[in-house]
RNA sequence: GGGCAUGUAGCUCAGUGGAUUAGAGCAUUUGGCUACGGACCAAAGGGUCGGGAGUUCGAAUCUCUCCAUGCUCACCA
């Protein structure tokens, strides 16, 4: 289906046209056509301002134009009245009787209720919560997890096909960091007395001491002698599923986790680097060109070349270390490698969530993207500033009992896996974010996941009064339903505009508002329409029991997006 | 210093490509209600949309400039 508005678009647009074919109108070029709802509700559902914007060019008064314009506006079923107001708006009102049968769409099939086509035969991928596989989720990272797949469930509901991809970074120097703290502890569960090296790389993380002793409980003390390297095995797979595990408790399952080896393994990291320097994008220097930081040019005397990515050419401020001159490559090669096989994958859209600390190497990727000579605009970075966690007014910081900070699993326990996809979904990628905890576990009302999860509890109490009392919904009379539930209906149609700004913008946090607003226009109409009142018309109440069997669709329905859950009781 | 963001009610924040009188939740004040589960409802107060200038019939929205804040500018990932 197609949002309303854009229908009303459509029908604007061809009765202008029609205007300027009959000559009641002059030829000029039709600006963006913008269709709101009117401030006032007796204007009407949908206001159009495009008499106004057409004034000075058609050198006419709005009003006359607007006039024009309502005169050749063809009205399908769905609209009951064209009017005019001043200075020159063209307000639509929708035919009641077909609000009215949007109770039969949700009770039969609510939950593809404002479904578009907008990806009907793409294929689009969502990748997200990659990192590093060096301990637990973070709160920090949770954020991107929990938008990346709340923009996947967007995507799905707007015609996508999805792929949820975890890009697992286990090749590189913090891995083997990771490997070599777990021989450590492994070593000092053995009983030999542990040296620190290198604090600045040691994992202190409490888990590598349960990891160490499982892994004697395997395997004994035969892995005394070996270097880094089965650790780093061990501790990936464990890492592995304890992420996985925590992804779950959330609602976030990825279909493919890609690993950052298999680059290395199929060569696909150096025929990058051979690529690129067939191009002329790669040259070997100590430094890079054109340097003229002298701080920067006595620091690198000592260093041994290195080879850099010239993606100056591709508009950056500097060149790009792409292998450092200990032969191994920065993570910079691999995550170009890794968008090339992206984009052979052939998907239309590849959305890519990253802390807005990767602003900068997410371009010097891009850049690389064009520099291998491939079309970047597939890749959609969507960047999500900072959270902070605030308790009693206080920075939180987690338990440090474990060596363990910021913990999603910890905020888990504390809250629950709804609040914290509300309250992470609920603002702007573009904003920090500030989570307080004390408001996310307060069972209050400044709770807005509950005031919304309770309008499903409200509906499903309803319904199973219904159902002891026998009364069913077959055969309602939706014409008895009145404005009240009118209002709630055309909130519902909101909906498909709302599923299309939060798909084209990739911003879910619209939906996670309109979940607010809709329950807030749920509970002030509860009050007053009551299926159960004394001596109520038996019609009535059959009908008022269809619009509540809906309006819990609804609600289902917009939890599902959020991917939270829609209780029957609470 | 450069880049990317942010600045809207006491607080947390919506506000797509300009449009009729700037919105929500919480908090505050006042009033309802013993319920189809009150985790509710009604009403009110609260704003020079960071400052200034510009474009326009019209600017929170576009342009310029200044101020403040966050992130970032590695041979770390």
Not at 142 to 159: F, M, Q
Request: glycine residues 6%; negative net charge; proline residues 5%.
């Amino acid at each position: 289906m197609k949002p309303l508005t854009h229908q009303v678009t459509e029908l604007i647009r061809q009765a202008i046209h029609d205007a300027q074919s009959a000559g009641e109108l002059p030829s000029v070029e039709l600006p963006t056509i913008d269709i709101k709802p009117p401030k006032k509700a007796d204007q009407g559902d949908y206001g159009a301002s495009v008499a106004l914007a057409l004034s000075k060019p058609m050198g006419k008064p709005p009003i006359e134009i607007a006039n024009i314009i309502a005169k050749h506006i063809t009205k399908p079923d769905f609209i009951s009245t064209v009017e005019v107001a001043p200075p020159g708006f063209v307000n639509i009102r929708l035919n009641e009787n077909w609000i009215r049968e949007l109770v039969n769409t949700l009770i039969t099939s609510g939950n593809t209720f404002a479904n578009l086509d907008i990806g009907t035969g793409k294929r689009a991928q969502v990748e997200f919560l990659s990192a590093n596989p060096t301990g637990p989720i973070t709160i920090g990272r949770s954020r991107g997890a929990i938008l990346g797949d709340a923009i996947a469930r967007v995507l799905e509901a707007t015609g996508y096909e999805v792929e949820r991809e975890y890009y697992f970074n286990n090749a590189g120097a913090q891995m083997r960091n990771l490997g070599e703290s777990l021989r450590l502890r492994y070593l000092e569960a053995l009983g030999q007395t542990m040296e620190i090296p290198d604090m600045e790389k040691f994992y202190q993380g409490e888990y590598l001491i349960d990891y160490a002793k499982d892994l004697i409980a395997e395997k004994g003390d035969s892995l005394k002698n070996e270097d880094w390297q089965p650790f780093k095995e061990y501790a990936e797979k464990r890492m592995f599923q304890w992420i996985q595990e925590t992804c779950a408790r959330i609602g976030i399952k990825h279909d493919i986790f890609f690993n950052e080896n298999s680059l290395y393994d199929s060569g696909a990291v150096w025929k990058t680097l051979e690529e690129l320097q067939k191009r002329g994008y790669v040259y070997t220097s100590v430094i890079r060109e054109g340097e003229t930081d002298e701080k920067v040019i006595a620091k690198s005397a000592d260093f041994k070349p290195a080879q850099w990515f010239k993606s100056t050419a591709f508009g950056d401020d500097e060149d790009r270390v792409l292998v450092k001159s200990n032969g191994e490559p920065t993570y910079t090669l691999p995550d170009i490698a890794y968008h090339i096989n992206k984009l052979e994958r052939g998907f239309d859209l590849a959305v890519n969530i990253l802390g807005a600390d990767h602003f900068t190497q997410a371009q010097v990727v891009r850049r690389g993207v064009e520099a291998m000579g491939y079309d970047p605009k597939p890749i959609h970075v969507v960047h999500v500033q900072m959270v902070s966690v605030v308790r009693d007014g206080k920075p939180f910081k987690g338990s440090t009992r474990r060596g363990l900070f910021d913990t999603l699993d910890e905020l888990i326990d504390l809250t629950s896996a709804d609040a914290i996809r509300y309250f992470l979904l609920q603002r702007s990628p573009d904003s920090h974010l500030k989570f307080d905890i004390n408001v996310a576990v307060s069972q209050s009302n400044e709770n807005p996941v509950y005031y919304i999860q309770y309008a499903h509890v409200r509906c499903s109490g309803i319904l199973r009064e219904a159902e002891v009392r026998g009364v069913g919904i077959d055969g309602a009379d939706l014409s008895l339903l009145g404005a009240e539930e009118l209002n709630f209906l055309r909130k519902c149609l909101e909906l498909p505009d709302v599923m299309q700004i939060a798909s084209e913008n990739l911003s879910p946090h619209t939906i996670a508002f309109y979940a607010l607003e809709l329950a807030n226009a749920f509970h002030p109409m509860y009050d007053r329409v009551r299926a159960f009142a004394d001596g109520i018309d038996p019609n009535l109440q059959k009908a008022r029991l269809a619009f509540y069997t809906a309006t819990k669709a609804m609600f289902k329905r917009v939890l599902d997006l959020l991917g939270m859950t829609a209780p029957e009781r609470m």
